[in-house]
């Protein structure tokens, strides 16, 4: 079974990342946090940001605990698939996600 | 012992009751994947001529055909057939049909739960039937939006049926995905490690996790919107705090996953089938198998996709519309496989090959169309025009019925036993391919042109005429061809002669059966060390018959088989599977019971039908296990191994995980629910907030907390040679403890019928409650089980499974009393 969950962990972690953006998302819009301004940036924007880069960062890590001898698979074909995913993973981390730096938040 | 013999002792022990009356008492796959097959194929009809319905209504401007009214129910008929009732159970028929033979096992996990699921969908389909038979079908189109579906402007009972309906064949879908998790993990041949499992059972595994998690928000979708309807309970409605988007949300979390629970197990019929045509093996395994769990996962972050005109913030549009087109690149990743293969091989252009040939063109073009309404300022322009349902037949019809059309072909030798004789099935193939090309061409162009989808007429003036009659047309051509395809199987059925077994010299192991099968499929088990066994082995079918393999030599009445760990196919465990039974029918018959008695609004009935349900359930688990230990028995080969029965994780607890999992998404569905209302609905707050209650909490968190640690006392003390009665005493008296802390709080939730807050609250208090009843009940029976002396240190597996349901009571128990209370001790 420890097979299986290296096979799903990474598009789990990135399902489980875009739900909670997109919840985030809802929640900012919902309750004004635009309005509330950090660094020149509000404090909405850095929220976002800085859950797109832990979720980035969460699938880095993923990968590479993928790729390693300690926590990566014995077998070369469960390996070879989760590391596939590993960066399946990472890509859609950075690429579905990468709205909340370049679009307005609540319009 | 000779092959005959065995042949004849293991025949007696698997046999159905002949003639009719085994089709109500079978528990056998390969009986109940046929009639499934039959039943979803009888609908596939159904939905056709209503297909045909709508094209005859649309063939001519200002047709005066059938009326609004009628027209409102032909189009939401046909999606709901060809949606619930044929596609998800064709692919639950051919799985139930072929996975044990794939897999080199003798049934599936859970028999009996293989033919309540089979009636369930009978009955569900029965209701569903009746309503179009009787003019009261569903007319709110498949996806049932409120507030057109809703108490106010839909008051009759035809949303009732579809409501009701639905969720009672979904128990079905339901049933089948355990089944199927539980048997590729566990019901394999030994020596069968992940890597040598075939591709189609990689897909089954994908679609059914898929169906876990994709098919409960739907469920409660329809169980909040009957409730709204039944009792008032405003969910969808926005003066009372309800908002009818929470319905879209529930359902396409749902209905974009379909698109690809019906893609993916024909996205495995092809991997199976197109190697074979070409004389070759699949390229890319691995990659094949990345893909489709790649395609799973992104299909669950595509759901708002269908919402692009809903007024959602533009980043929230982007985000949906970046996951629909990187969907693509796994779907081009299975694409370019199977090109590849093609290329690596030597590709025959026989009958199954042609359908592969046709879902290419078809499913290819449906892609684009697919891509292209992923972007948001053509969704907008296209949104609700005969565009996008064109776009969907492209991808549904060539995504599924030309592959499972070619999947029939490629396994009806063995299913049957005989070879084609006539040829209709390539004229068949040519005049569908031709005819639903025209239909459906012709419909993405009168949407470029503006035709809205469901209307049930137009002007003359509006320049949609002539193509509308070509679509019209071709509809029919595409029906003959169907119609056709339909009356070669039946002459193939009838007239055929015998064939030779493994006609297209295929290496997967439904082949070393004979053709058709055998009840016990394998007369011995085989070991696995390659993908494709049979490749290079013609001898391997003559040896397992004669007993060369596991549990080649058969105890007298037992129905028997292995299973393996997950991983590495090692065997663990011998299987005893319950016999013929008509259990599943009376459970489903009862099931059905209890939904009618919803639809038809006899309240008095429903106690009673779950009372029923409950009575024929515990019947169900009392009537396995067994009063003395068995110990390790001899499975062949040298090889002994302990009963199921006598281990920690049976195949029942794997069942229940995979249960519970289904379960965990519809509680944080409900969650979702309840947190989508309080930030986006509008007329939030509530007038009031629940009065909370540090007693209430209290003990309904050290209630479910004792009724867990009960159930592992007893579990521990079982283990040590005590009775673990005891422990399971207090656990109960904890359960009965927590029910008592949620009637209250139920009692006590502020007006459920004026605003959603309140109706919030009773739904999640209310689940809360059925789970403790429920844990509750196993806790009694497996006191009773141990009194009557059904556990052992040996026979401990039913400790685990009621663990399991204690568990999650205590989690859903927890979280369920905290959002009730928390916003009133906030303030």
Redesign the interface.
């Given at each position: 079974?420890?097979?299986?969950l290296r096979?799903?962990i990474a598009?789990?972690v990135?399902?489980a990342a875009?739900?909670g953006?997109?919840?985030l998302?809802?929640?900012g819009?919902?309750?004004g946090w635009s309005e509330i301004t950090v660094l020149s940036l509000s404090l909405f924007r850095v929220a976002l940001l800085a859950s797109w880069g832990a979720t980035v960062l969460i699938q880095i890590g993923l990968l590479l605990a993928l790729c390693s001898d300690r926590f990566g698979s014995g077998?070369?074909?469960?390996r070879?698939?989760s590391v596939?995913?590993g960066w399946?993973g990472l890509?859609?981390a950075i690429?579905?996600?990468?709205?909340?730096a370049i679009?307005?938040?609540?319009? | 012992m000779n092959a005959l013999r065995r042949h004849r002792k293991l025949t007696r022990v698997w046999a159905s009751e002949p003639g009719w009356r085994g089709w109500f008492s079978t528990v056998n796959h390969t009986d109940v994947g046929r009639m499934f097959l039959a039943t979803s194929f009888f609908f596939f009809l159904v939905g056709g001529v209503l297909a045909m319905l709508i094209r005859a209504q649309l063939a001519t401007p200002d047709s005066a055909f059938v009326g609004p009214e009628v027209y409102n129910q032909l189009f939401t008929m046909h999606g709901t057939i060809m949606m619930f009732l044929f596609a998800i159970p064709t692919f639950e028929g051919l799985a139930i049909y072929l996975l044990p033979k794939m897999l080199g096992t003798r049934d599936l996990a859970f028999p009996r739960l293989t033919s309540y699921g089979y009636w369930c969908y009978f009955f569900g389909g029965g209701m569903m039937l009746f309503s179009l038979l009787f003019g009261i079908a569903p007319d709110g189109g498949w996806f049932m939006y409120p507030p057109l579906t809703g108490p106010l402007y839909s008051p009759g009972i035809n949303t009732d049926f579809w409501l009701i309906g639905i969720t009672f064949v979904e128990i079905s879908a339901i049933c089948a995905a355990v089944e199927f998790c539980v048997s590729i993990l566990r019901y394999r041949a030994p020596g069968m490690s992940l890597d040598k499992m075939p591709i189609f059972a990689w897909y089954a595994l994908v679609t059914s996790l898929m169906i876990l998690t994709g098919f409960p928000p739907l469920i409660l979708g329809s169980v909040l919107l009957e409730v709204e309807r039944a009792f008032g309970l405003p969910f969808f409605q926005a003066d009372l705090g309800g908002d009818s988007l929470l319905w879209q949300h529930l359902f396409w979390l749902f209905g974009h996953p379909e698109v690809y629970i019906i893609f993916l197990p024909a996205a495995g019929v092809i991997s199976t089938v197109l190697p074979v045509m070409c004389r070759t093996t699949l390229l890319g395994y691995g990659w094949v198998v990345a893909a489709a769990v790649a395609l799973a996962f992104l299909s669950f972050g595509l759901w708002v996709h269908h919402m692009f005109t809903t007024g959602i913030p533009h980043m929230g549009l982007a985000f949906f519309s970046a996951a629909s087109t990187l969907v693509a690149v796994p779907t081009g990743v299975q694409v370019f496989a199977w090109i590849g293969t093609m290329w690596k091989g030597q590709p025959q252009l026989r009958l199954p090959m042609l359908h592969i040939l046709g879902f290419f063109v078809t499913f290819v073009m449906g892609g684009l169309t697919g891509v292209m309404v992923a972007i948001v300022p053509f969704d907008w322009q296209a949104h609700d025009t005969a565009f996008v349902t064109a776009h969907l037949h492209y991808v549904l019809f060539g995504g599924f019925v030309f592959p499972i059309l070619a999947g029939i072909y490629y396994w009806l030798p063995l299913f049957t036993g005989r070879k084609r004789f006539f040829r209709l099935g390539e004229w068949a193939f040519a005049l569908i391919f031709v005819g639903f090309h025209g239909t459906f061409l012709a419909m993405h162009w009168v949407g470029l042109l503006g035709q809205r989808r469901r209307i049930e007429t137009y002007d003359a003036d509006a320049g949609w005429t002539a193509i509308n009659f070509v679509s019209s047309v071709s509809g029919f051509i595409m029906a003959i061809g169907l119609a056709m395809v339909l009356i070669d199987v039946l002459l193939h059925w009838v007239v055929a002669v015998r064939g030779e077994r493994n006609p297209w010299h295929a290496g997967s192991l439904e082949w070393v059966t004979m053709n058709p099968p055998p009840a016990y499929n394998f007369a011995s088990l085989p070991h696995v060390d390659k993908r494709e066994p049979l490749a290079g082995d013609p001898d391997l079918p003559v040896r397992l018959a004669k007993g060369e393999g596991y549990l080649g030599d058969p105890f007298v009445t037992w129905r028997e088989t292995l299973t393996v760990e997950a991983a590495s196919g090692r065997p663990d465990y011998l299987v005893i599977y319950p016999t013929n039974t008509r259990l599943p029918i009376a459970l489903a018959a009862v099931t059905g019971l209890f939904f009618l008695s919803l639809l038809i609004k006899v309240y008095w009935l429903t106690p009673i039908a779950v009372f029923g349900v409950a009575a024929l359930g515990w019947w169900w688990v009392w009537s396995q296990g067994r009063q003395s230990d068995l110990g390790p028995q001899d499975v062949g080969r040298g090889l002994s191994l302990p009963p199921s029965g006598e281990t920690d994780r049976s195949p029942g607890w794997w069942g229940t995980a995979f249960l519970l999992a289904a379960n965990a998404t519809f509680f944080g569905s409900l969650i979702f629910g309840y947190a989508f209302l309080w930030t986006v609905a509008p007329a939030w707050p509530p007038p009031e907030w629940l009065e909370p209650s540090l007693l209430e909490l209290g003990l309904g968190v050290g209630g479910v907390v004792a009724g867990s640690v009960g159930t592992r006392v007893a579990a521990r003390g079982n283990r040590t040679g005590g009775a673990g009665s005891s422990g399971l005493l207090i656990g109960l008296a904890g359960t009965v403890v927590a029910a008592a802390a949620l009637s209250t709080l139920m009692l006590r939730v502020p007006a459920p019928g004026g605003h959603a807050y309140g109706a919030t609250l009773l739904v999640l208090a209310g689940y809360a409650l059925f789970h403790a009843l429920l844990t509750g009940l196993m806790q009694v029976f497996l006191i009773a089980r141990i009194r009557r002396g059904y556990t052992s240190p040996r026979r401990r597996a039913e400790f685990p499974i009621v663990g399991l349901w204690a568990d999650y009571l205590t989690v859903i128990v927890v979280l369920s009393l905290v959002v009730a209370h928390l916003p009133g001790m906030l303030g």
């Open positions: 079974m420890i097979d299986l096979i799903l598009p789990l990135w399902l875009f739900s953006i997109y919840g998302h809802g929640v819009c919902a309750y077998s070369l074909f469960v070879r698939v596939t995913l399946v890509v859609a690429w579905t996600l990468h709205p909340v679009l307005s938040s609540c319009s | -």
